[in-house]
């Protein structure tokens, strides 16, 4: 049974995990140390780092990517270990992003994932008998397991057997049981505000015997007789710390100062995370862990805003998609929340199925404290926060004080589709962009004015920011209805080539000096929707995080040759972008073979293992492949094609058609209903060198 506010705690417990994850990842180890902490920082209070963007980590990227298992293999509400196995291959750019690629039989994922790509299947990929005791219970069983609690409310038993199934990807022993835990307490949390209770929990998940039983009971124990954490934590360094297990970062101690920071933390959310930063070790990991419990327990309302609004609802990750890398936190809440509504059988509220929108931007500021990452750009004349006092719908909208503007004074509101690297202050992770919103679609929004005080009424003026130049494109002057909502729209016009990286308004004070602009606007229903027809200009793009924007890349070396995408590669490699869940469309670009037998374009790609390519193979033809964890060809027919020579091709998916064109003509075509929507690319199977002219991307 789902139980109620359940959205709401889904979007405190993922924003709960992001903090906590935020607010340790300054101080992870090795450099770190508990002493180093307490004598640089004293008693953390809030972030002790501020950042441009938060490029989150493998704590955010796990949870995230390896659910989608419910979308692609799991079936009829069961999780097996290889359906959470083909996630992890479909989802991760081998080497880059995703996790920590630390080396063979050192980093526990970076072992399981070699482990995977040559066969050895889950859970064996993970298991000791595999990889040794050791290194299968590092902390990683714990730390990419929230989201399978999330999905579970009140089950805390199915909750630990979805974690126990992918925890074993990887892990073993211990490093299950930790997984069985923390699900089985976030599943717990949904149904109680008892902390002691949810650890209680999470305990009857998992053996009484376990190593990981014995220390959360040891730092009960020790509760009993002592009141200041740092006493605990002394204690977990001289009978469970690091010099008594192996690896890199051992599941036990951290699980210790999980368990101390909950208990010494005694329901209070800011506190819990607090403790489990300072206490060093694994900091961002064990705080990410207790903050997804907390937030579920405590709900939306016990998140400080200190804590919150640097997040502000956005969240940047480094899987495969571009697109998916940038989340909208409301939006991922109400995503994960359908899940959990299917899995048990249940019908979810309307009003929920309604707001979810996969691949459109759709934000209703329906959630409490919501802002959907809507930024401004002046600070000094306007500032935004949430309100329920007004709503065009609903019950929430975004209120945006303007403070003082006179003539000439600007301030922007605007939401960002796309990121570059110097907008970012850790990029340990490389989070790949690709944009959000395109040429062709339509925005639209709800816009309220309460003005105060002004001879003019305030006026707006829609616009755009293009990347590259860092443009402004005005869609022209607006002027606001006192006390009325108005609906404002724009197409989003052609680009030429670049890409986008701004959608919002720019507000400007029209009153002279002597009757200052002062007011409220609300913003409500900000939606960007609708058909995209948009150009790539290689010239105009920049080499980033190892690859041409806005294209994430898995294998080979990309670079920009004479306003040319240029792809040298010794094995299969492909690049990928654009709207992860577009349907029908079509890709054109010029295609130069210079080296090699394969010269591919790619579409309704779902990630590294699923999609269709199509385009010359080998010498003298032309072929259509459908990737599914394994390239298998669907149709081939002889072509004369010769190296230094350019060509226009374009591939096109409509239903289950997939159809491809040289020089405008029809010539390889196959019906086949396994992929309907993804992502759209280039590359090659095998070894060799080839040039991409611009692409042009037309959805129908």
Known sequence: MIPEQYLEKVYAGFLGMNIGIRLGAPVEPTLWTYDRIRNTYGEITGYIKEYKNFGADDDVNGPVYFLRALYDDAKNGLLKPQDVARAWLNYAREGIGMFWWGGYGISTEHTAYLNLKHGISAPQSGSMLQNGQILAEQIGGQIFIDTWGLVNPCNP?????????????SHDGEGLYGARFFCACIAKAFACN??????QTGLSEIPEASTYAKVVH????????????????????????????GGVCHIIPNAGVCALAMIYGNGDFARTIEIATMCGWDTDCNAGNVGTILGVMCGIEALPKHYREPINDGIILSGISGYLNILDVPTYAKEIALLGYQLVGEEPPSEVVSSYKPGEVYFDFELPGSTHNMRLSDSFFCTASYTTERAYEGKGSLKILVDRMTRGNQCKLYYKPFYRRDEFSDERYMPVLTPTVY???????????????????????????????KKEHLQGYIKLVEDQWIDVDFTIP?????LIDEVGIVMEGYSIAKAKTLGFIYLDQFIISGKSKYSIAIEKQRKEFGTITPF????????????????????????????YHSKNYKIKTFVTPVHGESHMLMIRAQGAMRGYIAGFDKENKIAIYKNNFGYKKMAEIGYIWSFGT????????????ITLYIDRKKVLEISDNDFVYGMYGCGSLQMGRTLFGDFIIEEY
């Open 157 to 169: 038993t199915k909750a630990a057997d979805f974690g126990e199934a992918a925890a074993s990807v």
């Open 194 to 199: 008892d902390i002691m209770e949810i650890i």
């Open 218 to 245: 040891a730092v009960l124990e020790f509760h009993k007789e002592h009141e200041n954490w740092r006493d605990c934590y002394d204690m977990l360094v001289r009978d469970w710390g690091y010099d008594k297990y």
């Open 439 to 469: 040429s062709g679609q339509k925005v639209s929004m709800k816009l309220f004015l309460e003005q105060w005080n002004g001879w003019e009424t305030l006026g707006i003026a829609p616009y755009i920011r293009t990347m590259s130049d």
């Open 494 to 498: 052609d680009t030429d080539g670049d």
């Open 552 to 579: 994430s890349v898995d294998h080979g070396a990309w670079a920009k040759e004479g306003g040319q995408l240029s792809l040298m590669r010794c094995e299969p490699a492909f690049a990928y972008a654009g709207n």
């Open 646 to 657: 350019t060509y226009e091709l374009t591939l096109e998916a409509v239903d289950s058609n």
